[in-house]
């Protein structure tokens, strides 16, 4: 089945520990997003790739960031993770382009817990 | 004002009932909106989207759109205890660039299906 992977599903990395998270897509969709969701809040986009163009948001921390090495693979990099970092962090693929949002596919989440 | 504005509960209802899930945004040139349903520790599912005015029912589940109101509302027929989870309202950030895919998502209500 077509569908989107997220490893590990549960992380757990030092203070200050650089730590990847990963995500792959049999969708072939030519968009991926990570999102950051902290308990009963609304997920938080961090940044995108359209296609090869990667997209920033304005107020993601520069401690993290993203590679996307080809249609099929993003990677979330947090370089020096700190308590606050603690989140579920959500990868999703989207197909855009064709004039109509068709919303995303969401992997089952990376719980990263930061001790 | 928050984009996507939801109450976010716990609402709770007895099995058999109608649930009634409401959703406010601000960016007036939002064209696509979705709910995703979110179990306990689980990712979003998309359970519904909606583009134009009106209602569209899948199932149980009619999804009703105001966009002179900027409202959209989600309701779930014949309530089941399967059914409890966080419904997250997501919709598309309304600039017509790079950004289009992008979904802003309400924090979510808590629904809890009573037996």
């Known amino acids: 089945d077509a569908m989107v992977i997220q490893n590990p599903r549960y992380q757990v990395t030092q203070f200050g520990k650089p730590v990847t998270l990963s995500c792959s897509q049999t969708?072939?969709?030519?968009?991926m997003y990570w999102y950051q969701q902290k308990s009963s809040q609304a997920p938080k986009l961090l940044f995108h790739y359209y296609d090869k163009d990667f997209n920033n948001e304005a107020d993601t921390p520069d401690n993290f960031q993203s590679r996307r090495p080809n249609t099929s693979f993003c990677f979330l990099d947090i370089r020096s993770p700190g308590l606050g970092d603690a989140a579920m962090y959500l990868c999703a693929t989207s197909r855009a382009g064709t004039g109509i949002n068709y919303g995303y596919t969401f992997g089952s989440g990376t719980r990263l817990t930061v001790v | 004002q928050k984009e996507v504005e939801q109450n976010s509960g716990p609402l709770s209802v007895p099995e058999g009932a109608i649930a009634s899930l409401n959703c406010t945004y601000s960016d007036r040139v939002s064209q696509s909106f979705f709910w995703y349903r979110q179990y306990s520790g689980k990712s979003p599912e998309l359970i519904m989207s909606?583009?134009?005015?009106g209602d569209k029912e899948d199932g149980r589940f009619t999804a009703q759109l105001n966009k002179a109101s900027q409202y959209v509302s989600l309701l779930i027929r014949d309530s089941q205890p399967s059914d409890s989870a966080t419904y997250l309202c997501a919709v598309n950030k309304g600039d017509y660039g790079g950004s289009q895919g992008n979904l802003i998502f309400g924090k979510g209500t808590k629904l809890s299906v009573k037996p």
């Open positions: 969708l072939n969709h030519n968009v």
């Open positions: 909606i583009y134009s005015n």
